[in-house]
């Protein structure tokens, strides 16, 4: 039975294709030189001056291989119009094609590298690498993180090992790994690189194992895990004093609004950028002068509408809630507030400075 034309069309059509991508760059760039040259050379042999002229033979060859052909400048001989007969045309169509389909593929490569997680970004700096997928938390706690403008800037790069494509190739990088903890996560994320490591395991072993992972980079960024139990908390906390430990807070909060009704809400906006006003923090500058908190707090709702709720001093672990009026505020302090938007340098500067 004869083939179906349709058939043959496709088969040709993979042929072409695999014929395309086996065929490499620098290859198609040497077969297009030897026909530009040849053909060069076969019109300024065959006296063919007008064609063969460095300002028309780019514009005749161009056009002779979209298939545009304007009919402005031809061979005038017979064995010139063999020449682009059977060798010119033929072979700049085929060559044009040849470089169109590399294109195309070379685009649909990298996009389905990226989105299906084969992409490496370690060449990245300053970024936050989010490690771990949980559907519609991990989603929220990525759009909390994009809110803000330093995310946007630099860039957010998730690594999971549970996914088989970017949940969201619109607005971040993705990255496909094995294990969370091993080498590949932390080197195609440029871990040692980025500002933020946010850490979200399958259950604490693997938030622990990645947390300590990332904590062993040579230059580790700041690291931030959460935990369902303390006791990885804990341990985590003891082998890398400067990581960020989050515990599970529902049962405080359910026992909080037992007492005191819509206690959760209220813990929901603060922790959203989403939801109205919530909590920031700023670092002093260098050159601001020691101010008490009474003063820092008027200033700061007088001038910016904020509410100053704690501070850290500089070098302490510990953080101060609603500190003392005459508690100083000194500069590399870490001061919290709460405010509709975070407040620019230009705003800080004028209330300290």
């Known amino acids: 039975m004869d083939q179906q034309p349709t058939s043959i069309i496709g088969r040709l059509l993979r042929t072409i294709h695999r014929g395309v991508a086996e065929v490499t760059w620098p290859f198609l760039a040497l077969c297009l030189a030897v026909h530009v040259g040849t053909s060069w050379l076969a019109l300024t042999a ?3 001056g007008e064609i063969a002229s460095a300002g028309v033979f780019p514009y005749y060859y161009l056009t002779t291989a979209t298939t545009v052909g304007y009919g402005d ?17 033929p072979g700049a169509v085929l060559l044009f094609t040849a470089v169109i389909g590399k294109l195309i593929q070379a685009i649909t490569d990298r996009w389905t590298r990226a989105m299906k997680g084969r992409a490496d970004y370690s060449g990245k700096e300053g970024h936050i690498v989010v490690f771990g997928w949980h559907g519609e ?13 330093a995310a946007k800037e630099h860039g957010l790069v998730l690594v999971a090992n549970d996914l088989d494509e970017n949940p969201l190739p619109e607005a971040i990088h993705f990255i496909k790994v094995e294990a969370l903890s091993g080498e590949e ?24 194992a990645t947390a300590l992972a990332v904590g062993a980079l040579p230059t580790v960024p700041r690291i931030i895990a959460y935990f369902q139990t303390p006791g990885p908390a804990d341990l985590l906390r003891s082998y890398c004093p400067t990581a960020e430990a989050q ?8 026992a909080r609004s037992a007492y005191d009704p819509g206690a959760s809400s209220l813990q929901r906006i603060l922790l959203s950028s989403l939801d109205g006003p919530t909590q920031y923090s700023f670092t002093v500058p260098h050159n601001a002068k020691s101010t008490e908190c009474a003063d820092a707090l008027k200033t700061l709702k ?9 501070i850290q001093h500089a070098g302490e672990e510990k953080l101060i809630m609603n500190p003392p009026a005459n508690c100083l505020i000194h500069a590399g302090d870490r001061v ?7 407040l620019s340098e230009t705003e800080v500067a004028g209330i300290l400075i």
């Open 73 to 89: 400048f031809s061979p005038s001989s017979a064995a010139a119009r063999y020449i682009a007969g059977f060798w010119i045309m």
């Open 137 to 149: 938390r991990s989603r929220r706690l990525i759009n909390l993180l994009l809110a803000e403008e």
């Open 336 to 342: 919290f507030y709460i405010a509709d938007h975070r």
């Open 302 to 310: 007088s001038s910016c509408d904020a509410t100053l709720i704690g």
């Open 185 to 208: 996560a932390s080197k195609r994320s440029a871990g040692a690189r980025a500002k933020v490591a946010l850490i979200l395991g399958k259950d604490d072993d693997e938030t622990l």
């Open 247 to 254: 515990e599970s807070l529902s049962v405080e909060l359910m």
């Open 46 to 48: 065959l006296d063919e």
